[in-house]
């Protein structure tokens, strides 16, 4: 993640990142590690715990001609600065009938590492149900890199996911590293574009963020056992690969959709009405696993609740059994 | 300020006052058919504010903001058709709450207090730049008791930002009187974080010229933000319709006498010996010139109606 953000800060000097604990610390999970070192203070510094003033601030300066890089610690933190997102940062180019242009990224972590209902939300769906805003949700390190440095580079607000355990995890225990070479340039990837990362004939498995890592290692699972499961990742949830995903539905029995976030009305029906609408009767039959409690506290409840790798395991044999 | 420059702000008073009349008529018969906030009673802080600004500066202003749009440089016919719903300065987007001009600068949001961080995001640029420019963040005294005030005004102090808060206070948060919902002074609400706040009669434009160019002064040379309160007199409704039922009896009636500060300016220009003559020369060019920017808006077309799902994005760079 430095990496990438040092690449764009040294291509473009209006690119500045601010946020809680992005400098001297380097961000909790270090993605902005060396930045405030090597660029000093004026284009890398600390907040105060004042989400509402700097995630406005980012609104503004953007507007006025830089691209700010913002971190919000958590995206559960959403909750004490969400006009600034819902009514402005979304809605300013719209508003300015085109005339205004608002690039910021606004990068935060999500997902569930024990620390219960208050730290572990993904709220993929709260961001990608308000127009005007993009959303990106990268599984794999070369994703986080190559879509980052897309965002930096689109004129538009950009929510940028990024999974605490694929921020945590050693490259080697991924199910799945594309990290780009060390020392050649990041190259932007492009948003919209789902890819397949695993044929199969029985059943096809969507997903998005460090959940593509889980059905990848669900699906070797699942074959072990004789179902031959392919793995989809969506890779940005705004905007979404809706042609995709119809190519991907037409030959596929069954789908099954695994997301971390909030199943009521969140990204799995999206998914899911997105191919009936499209296919009809021809869709394949279909069933989603997502979240659709608060996220508990101890260990026990969490495994309970939480899509892991034996839980999409078991769903994708529950639905292609049915 | 000398009498000619008096005489000046005197008819840009009167172009602000013509100006939101013809909104509100336009309210009135219809022609405009959402929700609309008048600034009639705190036109000497806009055509003070007018003077101080200059290019560089931004201006981020409240959901009663055609006064500073005015005064940011927005171009009046642009406006005028923006307002009258026409393919005008937003093509019909933003309306009169959400008026966006990146070439002067200006931006106005209508949500109460949501526009103060997005002033230091302005003022954040300006400050990289160190070229002496500045952003105003207009609020009113409802606005104050913002959280997204007091985040601001701290980052603001310990970031070195060029930003002059703004707070035209007229006393009433929609319908609460000001003594029922604000404690403490208003201008020392800033005193905590070491902004500095000068307090003046809204009405008054010399006082506002006085605090206007203390305040500016400070951001301007010290890179620091500092904290301005006029107290005016709101003499429209909070919005056109409003029936302004909560006032006390004869309020209105006594501000009109005391507290309209086109009316006081007036006044004391005759009592210091300008002719009348003069003052009716400005006031019938002002006047002509608002109804030439609102004749000019009425030849802008309606939007066409597909543009309505245009520009949610930005069109992405080649």
């Known amino acids: ?322 | 300020m000398n009498v000619e420059d008096l005489l000046e702000v005197y008819e840009v008073m009167w172009r602000l006052r013509r100006f939101e009349e013809e909104v509100g008529q336009a309210v009135a018969s219809g022609e405009i058919h959402g929700e609309m906030h008048l600034g009639i009673g705190h036109e000497a802080v806009g055509a003070v504010l007018g003077r101080h600004r200059r290019a560089g500066d931004a201006v981020v202003s409240t959901h009663r903001a055609h006064l500073h749009a005015l005064a940011a440089g927005v171009d009046p016919v642009q406006l005028a058709a923006e307002l009258l719903e026409r393919d005008g300065l937003n093509h019909g987007k933003g309306g009169h709450m959400h008026l966006f001009d990146p070439e002067a600068r200006f931006m106005c949001t209508g949500i109460v207090g949501a526009g103060v961080p997005i002033a230091s995001g302005y003022a954040l640029k300006q400050s990289l730049q160190a070229d002496g420019a500045l952003t105003v963040s207009v609020v009113g005294d409802g606005t104050m008791n913002q959280g997204a005030v007091f985040e601001t005004m701290n980052l603001a102090a310990v970031r070195g930002l060029p930003m002059v808060f703004l707070c035209e206070d007229n006393h009433y948060s929609i319908s609460v009187r000001r003594e029922e919902s604000t404690a403490g002074e208003l201008r020392r609400r800033g005193e905590p974080f070491g902004i500095p706040g000068f307090a003046c009669d809204g009405t008054d434009v010399d006082r506002v010229d006085e605090a206007l160019g203390q305040a500016f002064e400070i951001t301007r040379t010290e890179s620091r933000p500092s904290l301005v309160v006029a107290s005016v007199y709101r003499f429209r409704g909070h919005y056109e319709g409003d029936l302004d039922l909560y006032r006390p009896a004869g309020e209105k009636k006594e501000a009109a006498r005391t507290r309209d500060p086109v009316l006081k300016l007036r006044e004391r220009l005759l009592d210091s010996g300008t002719p009348e003559a003069r003052l009716q020369e400005g006031e019938n060019r002002a006047a002509e010139t608002v109804a030439e920017w609102f004749a000019a808006a009425r030849q802008r077309p309606l939007p066409g109606k597909k543009t309505a799902r245009e520009h949610v994005f930005a069109d992405v760079k080649a």
């Open chain 1, 1 to 322: 993640m430095a990496a990438a953000l040092r690449q764009e800060m040294l291509r473009d000097h209006s690119v500045v990142v601010f946020g809680e604990d992005v400098a001297k610390l380097g961000g909790v999970f270090g993605a902005t590690r060396g930045l405030a070192r090597q660029f000093g203070g004026r284009r890398v510094f600390d907040t105060p715990v004042s989400e509402t003033a700097f995630m406005g601030m980012a609104v503004g300066a953007a507007q006025a001609g830089l691209r700010p890089v913002v971190e919000l610690m958590f995206v559960d933190f959403l909750g004490v600065c969400f006009d600034q997102i819902l009514n402005q940062l979304a809605k300013n180019t719209y508003m300015s009938g085109g005339r205004v242009r608002v690039p910021v990224v606004l990068r935060t972590a999500v997902g569930c590492i024990g620390s219960a209902a208050q730290h572990s939300q993904v709220l993929s769906a709260t961001f990608a149900h308000i127009p005007g805003l993009k959303v990106a949700y990268p599984a794999s390190p070369g994703d986080l890199q190559g879509l980052l440095v897309a965002a930096i580079r689109d004129d538009n607000p950009v929510v940028f996911l990024e999974h605490k355990w694929l921020l945590k995890t050693r490259l080697p225990e991924l199910a799945f590293d594309d990290a780009q070479p060390g020392d050649g340039e990041i190259e932007a990837r492009p948003f919209g574009r789902l890819r397949r990362l695993r044929e199969g004939t029985d059943i096809t498995i969507v997903a998005a963020g460090y959940l593509v890592q889980s059905a990848l290692l669900a699906a070797s699972s699942l074959e072990a056992g004789g179902i031959s499961a392919g793995v989809v990742d969506l890779r940005t949830l705004v905007p979404l690969d809706r042609d995709g995903l119809v190519r991907e539905a037409r030959d596929a029995p069954f789908l099954l959709v695994v997301d971390d976030d909030y199943h009521a009305y969140g990204m799995s029906g999206e998914v899911m009405a997105t191919i009936a609408e499209e296919l009809g009767r021809q869709a394949p039959i279909m069933g989603r696993h997502a979240v659709d409690v608060p996220i508990p506290a101890a260990a026990v409840l969490e495994a309970e609740i939480v899509p892991s790798v034996p839980s999409i395991e078991q769903a994708a044999r529950a639905l292609v059994k049915e």
